[in-house]
Nanobody
Framework: QVQLVESGGGLVQAGGSLRLSCAAS????????MGWFRQAPGKEREFVAA????????YYADSVKGRFTISRDNAKNTMYLRMNSLKPEDTAVYYC??????????????????WGQGTQVTVSS
């Protein structure tokens, strides 16, 4: 099991940028495939982006492709989500998630065993 803590959320105007961080505890962070999900009020939690344990493979939801970039620094036990050209529809609580090894379906919530508490991102128009 790995403990996850998100940070970096906040209020930003449309067109602005934010960088979210997900800090993981434990010494085996590099063994975990990671993902970002988000949940807007009244909606289901949805996939945003995912990255393999090595960082060599990344996946994005169509709605964020070209605007968001996922990355990780295994030496710092941290994953990042750089969000550019933010839109009001990006407003949500953003969660990071982890699974030991790799996934078959990185966009599926069921693939992940450990979740953070979330960080709020609000984009004003």
């Amino acid at each position: 099991q790995v403990q996850l803590v998100e940070s970096g959320g906040g209020l930003v105007q449309a067109g602005g940028s934010l960088r979210l961080s997900c800090a993981a505890s434990g010494r085996t962070f590099s063994s975990y495939a990671m993902g970002w999900f988000r949940q807007a009020p009244g909606k289901e939690r949805e996939f945003v982006a995912a990255i393999s344990w090595s960082g060599g493979s990344t996946y994005y939801a169509d709605s964020v492709k070209g605007r968001f970039t996922i990355s990780r620094d295994n030496a710092k036990n941290t994953m990042y989500l750089r969000m550019n050209s933010l839109k009001p529809e990006d407003t949500a609580v953003y969660y990071c998630a982890a699974t030991l090894g790799n996934w078959d379906y990185p966009e599926s919530r069921d693939e992940y065993d450990d979740w953070g508490q979330g960080t709020q991102v609000t984009v004003s128009s």
